[in-house]
């Protein structure tokens, strides 16, 4: 279905979904569309359109010519429709006619939510908003309808929300500290309406605020006399109140800031908002720069920042740069080290932008955005080894330019990548050692602190795969050391858990149990759903079968995205021997991720218990790689004990098998 947007904070006009103006033939079709407009969906019956449209004085065949401005608008605005169907838009209904736009295609409509959206933010994200409302206004609005009876209550509602938008901007931009901007435009916006006390209150504190106490009082002095000459009124206790409080120069009216860090913020916040167009390319630049800093946040941080990122990048492919839609890319240069994937429908669309941004970005030159569109592909595409290669390859030629250009930044960011693709077998946990380590030199000599933080993460875990737990725990201590000094809330969640895995593979199973209910609670409010969702039953597990304990789950666990791994265990604890086979004659082999050890491990004991040698031996195959690793320990975060005796148990089940 075709996109028509409607405005009408202006003349009344309508754009298709390219932006391109929808051409609507003559005031009488406008009149209309206006009234329709007005009604916000309603059905407005064709005697009311008739008696609106020519106050109370219509022709003889005005029924008929309705008829006709409605059908002439619905060939404009759906031009493809076929003949004698429905309209979609433009329905009929009853005893007349609606139109049915979506309440985000106009933006009269649109203006209203943002404004009411704004009301629930705090200052320093209330002022774009507001701003991005006001910003909508192209002129008075139903500029072109402007003496129609029927179109002046919903104009002065529209006038008044957009007066009180102004002046909830200006007491934002005051509660930041940014009373230059507030001052420029509110003093335009009394000028236009002088009768607003509010404004001029205002107007009189920003320019106290900005050190300018004559002025501030010269506009109240001003405020009294058109208040006076114009409305025949004293100005009310706000303005002789304000006006007091600067000649006394009263505390509460400069409060000054409480936290400078926080004021310099909030003032260059604030401006960058009222200065930078909305729709510019700087924006969507700049929106991918600040979705790099919120995703190390946590608390909801990282789920945010990626689903901007992907608004943004989605923004910058619809205006047609690839060069701009590179950078915007290229720049969320985000250290990851889990390697499930959170999302895997947006890590596709990513993957597909940056694939269709190599593509299009002009022959010769781009070296350096073309490495970062390569490295972004190779971050996103986690858990598609060791079927698919593309990330892979993509991480090498990423690693080969950034070395090229010498460039430290890109560098890391392709040896992140180059991690994330460190998976076409088991038993990789020293070749991940190599990475992390350079990804650590690197960081540490250029000053880039998160990545610094990335590499000793990714030796945490090589090191814990191959249980040389002193070295982890340096790793470990240097990663908390970096993340208090750099504010990194996120690095904690990865290091107490490293701690819980240790005393799991180190103490008896019931000390292990308790490390582990303990460290999920460095979950709880991180902002990291794709590690969440099923860890502590699988560790819980895991730790089970590492100490030879019975299988035991409750029937309403989460076991996320680890379940068709865990299943078949799970049935055959229940006695569901026939339940299990049938599950495993379709199992899919684990992902190439972190986790791939020790889900191989959980296949191979259930095949073990019934006896299915082909999955046996697909497992036995899949783990000798890794036989001299702790199984899951190259996560950092859990283990289902050495590899070597679940090859063992293997070997002993083929051998009762055989005989």
């Known amino acids: 279905m075709r996109v028509v947007e409607f405005g009408v904070l202006g003349a009344v006009a309508a754009w298709d979904e390219t932006g391109e103006p929808v051409v609507l033939k003559g005031p009488r079709h406008r009149a209309v569309l206006a009234r329709l407009l007005v009604a916000r969906r309603r059905v407005v019956p064709v005697p009311r359109l008739v008696e609106d449209l020519w ?31 429905p309209s979609r838009l433009l329905v009929t209904e009853g005893p007349g006619y609606a139109l049915r736009a979506e309440p985000a295609h106009v933006d009269a409509w649109r203006f209203e939510h943002t404004v009411a959206a704004a009301g629930d933010l705090p200052p320093a994200r209330a002022v774009p908003r507001l701003t991005e409302a006001l910003e909508l206004w192209r002129g008075p609005a139903y500029a072109d309808v402007a003496a129609e009876p029927w179109a002046r209550a919903e104009r002065s509602r ?23 901007e507030a001052a420029a435009d509110l003093d335009a916006h009394v000028a236009e309406h002088p009768w607003r006390e509010d404004a001029w209150q205002l107007l009189a504190l920003a320019l106290y605020r900005c050190g300018r106490q004559a002025d501030a009082l010269s506009v109240l002095r001003r405020a009294r006399q058109l208040l006076r000459e114009h409305l025949g009124v004293e100005p009310g206790p706000r303005l002789n109140r304000v006006e007091q409080d600067i000649l006394r120069h009263a505390e509460h009216l400069d409060p000054g800031p409480s936290d400078t860090a926080g004021q310099v913020w909030a003032e260059a916040s604030a401006a960058y908002a009222s200065m930078v167009p909305p729709r510019a390319r700087t924006r969507l630049e700049s929106t991918a720069v600040l979705m790099r800093e919120l995703a190390v946040t946590g608390g909801g941080g990282l789920e945010a920042a990626r689903r901007h990122r992907a608004a943004a990048v989605a923004a910058a492919e619809q205006l047609g740069d690839p060069e701009l839609t590179a950078r915007v890319i290229g720049v969320y240069d985000v250290p990851a080290v889990w390697t499930r994937c959170d999302d895997q429908v947006q890590a596709d669309r990513l993957v597909g932008s940056a694939e269709r941004t190599l593509r299009l970005l002009p022959p010769g030159g781009h070296e350096a955005a073309r490495a970062r569109l390569l490295a972004t592909v190779a971050v996103e595409s986690r858990g598609t080894l060791p079927d698919g290669r593309r990330a892979l390859q993509a991480a090498r030629q990423a690693v080969e330019s950034a070395r090229r250009l010498e460039d430290a930044d890109l560098l890391v960011f392709a040896l992140n990548g180059l991690f994330m693709q460190t998976f076409e077998r088991t038993g990789l946990a020293a070749r991940r050692d190599v990475i992390g380590a350079e990804i650590t030199e690197v960081a540490a000599r250029h000053g880039l602190f998160t990545y610094e933080v990335l590499g000793r993460l990714i030796r945490l875990q090589a090191h814990s795969a191959t249980a040389d737990f002193t070295a982890a725990d340096r790793h470990a201590a240097a990663a908390d050391a970096l993340a208090g000094r750099h504010e990194l809330p996120l690095v904690a969640v990865f290091t107490t858990w490293y701690r819980a895995l240790r005393t799991a593979a180190t103490e008896p199973a019931h000390i292990g149990e308790a490390a582990y209910r303990e460290a999920a609670k460095s979950l709880e409010g991180a902002g990291m759903p794709g590690l969440e969702h099923g860890l502590l039953p699988l560790a819980l597990l895991c730790l089970r079968l590492h100490h030879g304990l019975p299988v035991t789950a409750g029937p309403h666990t989460d076991w996320g995205p680890y379940e068709p791994w865990v299943r078949p265990l799970l049935l055959l604890a229940e006695g569901r021997a026939q339940d299990a086979v049938r599950l495993l004659a379709d199992v899919p082999s684990p992902p190439g991720d972190l986790l791939c050890e020790a889900l191989w491990c959980l296949l191979a004991r ?28 190259a996560s950092g975060l859990l283990t289902a004990g050495p590899v070597a005796d679940h090859l063992d148990a293997l070997a002993v089940a083929f051998t009762v098998h055989a005989s």
């Open 55 to 85: 106050a109370g004085d219509p022709p003889a065949d005005a029924i008929g010519t309705v008829r006709t401005f409605v059908a002439g608008l619905r060939r404009a605005l759906e031009p493809e429709r076929p003949r004698r169907t």
């Open 158 to 180: 529209l006038t008044g929300l957009r007066l009180t938008a102004v002046e909830r901007r200006a007491e934002a931009q005051l509660a930041l500290g940014a009373a230059a």
């Open 606 to 633: 259930a095949a073990i218990q019934v006896g299915d040698r082909a999955l046996m031996r697909r497992a036995r195959s899949a783990l000798e790689p890794a036989r001299g690793e702790l199984a899951g320990a």
